[in-house]
């Protein structure tokens, strides 16, 4: 069975600081990753997703994420964050490029 | 905007009551998928039609049911509602398995 796990539910960082989204999954056979933005009192929106190939993925708002197979994980980086960042971010999995397999969301808080 | 409609917005309901949410998939679109946002289990997968059948399930109860039409919208039926079951419910789809999955802006059911 698949599983992600986003260790921490809550990241303040300031503004145009950087920062990283930690996403770590378990799967015993090759998954597909993703993640998802939640702004408030919205459904989910795509940010970016690995399906193969590079490594390094870039995705919208200037979002990028890097898998690492061996250490089964799926970091979320921004280099310079603004407010506007401010919402609920989701990693999820999946095997067969069907359902989706959520983690509990990383909520991202950007002071001014 | 995703393209994805989903109606009720916002629900309020009884205990024991029944209730059933409607989604419209982005136009082409043959896959829908139901998932449910509560605070104590965060993003859960229910599930899946593919152009009137059902092709995945997820943690659905047995109170809940969905279907899937000729014209390929999709309802979901919970029944003999509890107030566990307070929750967003989000509707999402995308063209076939293997492509970008897209959400609507989901439901949201309150159970008094």
């Known amino acids: 069975a698949q599983s992600v796990t986003q260790l921490d539910s809550q990241v303040p960082v300031f503004e145009e600081a950087p920062v990283e989204l930690r996403c770590n999954y378990s799967?015993?056979?090759?998954?597909?990753l993703f993640w998802y933005v939640q702004y408030p009192n919205q459904g989910l929106q795509l940010l970016l997703k690995?399906?193969?190939?590079?490594?390094l993925v870039k995705g919208i708002n200037g979002f990028e994420a890097e898998f690492n197979k061996s250490q089964t994980s799926f970091h979320l980086r921004k280099p310079s964050v603004h407010i506007s960042d401010t919402a609920e971010y989701f990693c999820?999995?999946?095997?067969?490029?069907?359902?989706?397999?959520f983690g509990t969301g990383t909520r991202l808080q950007v002071f001014p | 905007d995703s393209g994805v409609t989903q109606t009720p917005k916002h629900l309020i309901t009884a205990t024991g009551q029944r209730v059933t949410l409607r989604c419209s998939p982005r136009?082409?679109?043959?896959?829908v998928y139901w998932y449910q946002q509560s605070l104590d289990q965060g993003l859960q997968f229910l599930i899946q039609?593919?152009?009137?059948?059902?092709?995945a399930k997820g943690n659905i109860l047995e109170r809940f049911s969905a279907q899937q039409f000729p014209d390929l919208h999709s309802e979901l039926n919970l029944s003999s509602l509890e107030l566990g079951d307070s929750a967003l419910y989000f509707c999402?789809?995308?063209?076939?398995?293997?492509?970008?999955?897209?959400f609507g802006e989901g439901s949201w059911l309150t159970v008094v």
């Open positions: 999820a999995v999946s095997e067969k490029l069907d359902k989706l397999i």
């Open positions: 039609y593919y152009n009137g059948e059902e092709r």
């Open positions: 690995y399906l193969s190939g590079s490594t």
């Open positions: 136009s082409g679109d043959l896959s």
């Open positions: 799967s015993s056979v090759s998954v597909y």
């Open positions: 999402a789809s995308s063209e076939t398995a293997g492509n970008t999955i897209y």
